[in-house]
């Protein structure tokens, strides 16, 4: 059975962690195009609600199988879309994924990114086997570096990114299983 069938739902004190679904293409599309999310992006934003929704539809697609985790994650009471995390880019031979996640940003600062990737982490490390996890950050994104080094990720001086659309080359954080 693949590790993503039935994909796996998490929860924590504040959040519901679920499969992310084409029905959240709008939220998807929000969060895409929110300028203070864009910013650290490294790429244009979604041109489109139709542009989100084909890339929603190969995110779906590929988590089906066994190749990435893409949680939407909503609040527990209201059921509200409040962002999304990932772990992708997973290369088996060196147990090693990449993480990545967006909050939206009327919910920043409310703990809600380290509460969510605490999980989706350790689901990484338990149940697919990983030795390392690597997020890439922009360097201007304090917020979200300060969300990784309280989780134990730290620079990883030795991995380096292409400079993104915007011609800079992002930070690589990483954590090891211990």
């Not at 029905?23 to 609600?49: C, I, K, N, Q």
């Not at 988590?63 to 985790?69: A, E, F, P, W």
């Given at each position: 059975?693949?590790?993503f069938?039935?994909?796996p739902?998490l929860?924590?004190?504040?959040l519901h962690l679920?499969?992310l679904?084409?029905?959240?293409?709008?939220?998807m599309?929000?969060?895409?195009t929110?300028?203070?999310?864009?910013?650290y992006l490294?790429?244009p934003?979604?041109?489109?609600?139709?542009?989100?929704r084909?890339k929603?539809e190969?995110?779906?697609?590929?988590?089906?199988?066994?190749?990435?985790?893409?949680?939407?994650?909503v609040?527990?009471?209201s059921?509200?879309?409040?962002g999304?995390?990932?772990?992708?880019?997973?290369?088996r031979?060196?147990?090693?994924?990449?993480?990545g996640y967006?909050?939206?940003?009327?919910r920043?600062?409310?703990?809600?990114?380290s509460?969510?990737l605490?999980?989706?982490?350790d689901?990484?490390?338990r149940?697919?086997?990983l030795?390392?996890v690597?997020?890439?950050?922009?360097p201007?994104?304090?917020a979200?570096?300060?969300?990784?080094t309280?989780?134990?990720?730290?620079?990883a001086?030795?991995r380096?990114d292409?400079?993104?659309?915007?011609?800079?080359?992002?930070?690589?954080?990483?954590l090891a299983?211990?």
């Amino acid at each position: 059975m693949p590790l993503f069938d039935p994909f796996p739902t998490l929860t924590t004190a504040r959040l519901h962690l679920r499969a992310l679904t084409c029905e959240d293409t709008a939220e998807m599309f929000r969060l895409d195009t929110a300028p203070h999310v864009a910013r650290y992006l490294g790429r244009p934003p979604s041109p489109s609600l139709e542009a989100t929704r084909a890339k929603v539809e190969a995110i779906v697609a590929d988590t089906g199988g066994d190749r990435t985790g893409f949680w939407a994650l909503v609040d527990a009471v209201s059921g509200a879309f409040v962002g999304s995390a990932c772990l992708w880019n997973w290369d088996r031979s060196e147990a090693r994924a990449d993480l990545g996640y967006l909050i939206d940003p009327s919910r920043w600062g409310q703990g809600l990114a380290s509460e969510a990737l605490v999980p989706i982490v350790d689901f990484g490390f338990r149940r697919m086997a990983l030795d390392r996890v690597d997020a890439h950050v922009h360097p201007e994104n304090l917020a979200s570096i300060r969300v990784l080094t309280k989780l134990g990720f730290r620079p990883a001086p030795e991995r380096r990114d292409d400079p993104d659309d915007d011609g800079v080359c992002p930070a690589v954080y990483s954590l090891a299983r211990c």
